[in-house]
């Protein structure tokens, strides 16, 4: 009996998923061997360039580099009487807790120390989290973008997965990576498939980018997300290089309230300008996606590059002057700081 109820549940579940028939197709990303980016001028750099850049960043990893951000002392009070409010939290790097339409998510949920496969050359944490993660609100569901170690953390996903009640919402074939954690309550999804999620609708979209654990490449997804309320839209940016898909979703699913656009590790360029965004091309992305506010990620956190911790940020609100934008509507958010939009 238990088996048959299993089914039923799965099969419910099953309809909650939908694609896009109007979306562009969704199967050219798809290979033989795995996933591919739309833009097959992508190519990763050979030995020469690579070897030289690791070996760096290896040496760098044994060091304890340190870098203070700006912090707001936050004991999570605010989550629990805030019911109604839009709030937004920068926790650090990725990690962002949002709160709308009485939903509590989290993107790319990391806490630990260190990140990497578990070697004394795994990546520093510069910078404490803007809020522990034990003072967290209950979470209704958290968005993985993709399986980098910056992006999913196997201590931090076991501790929020305690809540049986959370649900991960994933791209392909990391719900492999999520169950062999232990963790039960996944939704998997393709990019432009959709998941409702107690009046939220949660889309699935492209991203420019890689993925691996180890020696594997693009054996798992990437991706970004849409999340589309009642009184709010929110655009979650992952991890991408600029290319045609930001204008795709922008005309598509905009505008947005909100936009959290990655803006850090992009030096040296001839390794990272097909994967991560430069600041300037975030502000680019943030024009394509049509939104109102914009937040960067994926900066200030973990040393992943070389240009210097508190380059992006200088860069991005330079070139919101030199487009003549409203700098009001561009955060740059201390650690803990909670935000209503």
């Known amino acids: 009996m238990h088996i048959l ?3 039923i549940f799965m099969f419910i579940d099953s309809l909650k998923v939908s694609r896009d028939a109007a979306a562009p197709p969704y199967k050219y990303h798809h290979t033989k061997d795995g996933f591919r980016n739309e833009n097959l001028a992508v190519r990763q750099p050979g030995f020469n360039t690579m070897f030289p850049f690791i070996a760096r960043k290896l040496w760098d990893n044994l060091k304890e580099n340190k870098f203070n951000l700006p912090h707001v002392e936050n004991d999570g009070e605010i989550y629990k009487m805030n019911l109604t409010n839009p709030t937004l939290t920068w926790i650090g790097h990725s990690t962002l807790l949002l709160q709308f339409d009485g939903i509590n998510f989290i993107t790319d949920p990391v806490w630990s120390k260190r990140i990497g496969p578990v070697t004394p050359f795994d990546v520093p944490r510069l910078n404490k989290p803007g809020l522990e993660i ?3 609100p209950s979470i209704d569901f958290v968005l993985i973008s993709h399986d980098h170690y910056d992006h999913l953390d196997k201590e931090t996903v076991q501790i929020l997965a305690k809540d049986t009640s959370t649900l991960f919402i994933v791209p392909l074939k990391v719900k492999e990576i999520l169950s062999d954690w232990g963790v039960k309550n996944i939704v998997e999804l393709d990019w432009w498939d959709s998941y409702e999620y107690k009046g ?3 889309i699935c979209t492209p991203a420019q980018h890689f993925s691996g654990r180890g020696l594997k490449r693009n054996n798992t997804l ?3 997300f849409c999340v589309i309320g009642k009184s709010k ?3 979650y940016g992952g991890d991408s ?3 045609k898909h930001f204008k795709q979703i922008g005309e598509k699913y905009g505008p947005f309230d909100l936009a959290a656009i990655p803006i850090g590790a992009y030096i040296p360029q001839e390794i990272m300008r097909y994967m991560h965004l430069t600041p300037a091309q975030a502000v680019d992305a943030y024009t394509d996606l049509r939104a109102v506010r914009f937040v960067p990620i994926h900066c200030g956190t973990y040393p ?3 240009e210097p911790f508190d380059e992006p ?4 609100l330079e070139t919101v002057k030199k487009k003549k934008l409203k700098e009001e509507n561009f955060w740059i958010l201390k650690l803990g700081e909670v935000k209503e939009w």
């Open 222 to 224: 990437w991706a970004s």
């Open 200 to 202: 939220l609708t949660i």
């Open 233 to 235: 839209r929110f655009y």
């Open 241 to 243: 290089g600029y290319w």
């Open 5 to 7: 109820i299993l089914v």
């Open 134 to 136: 034990s003072k967290l």
């Open 304 to 306: 992943l590059s070389e």
């Open 313 to 316: 940020p200088k860069l991005l």
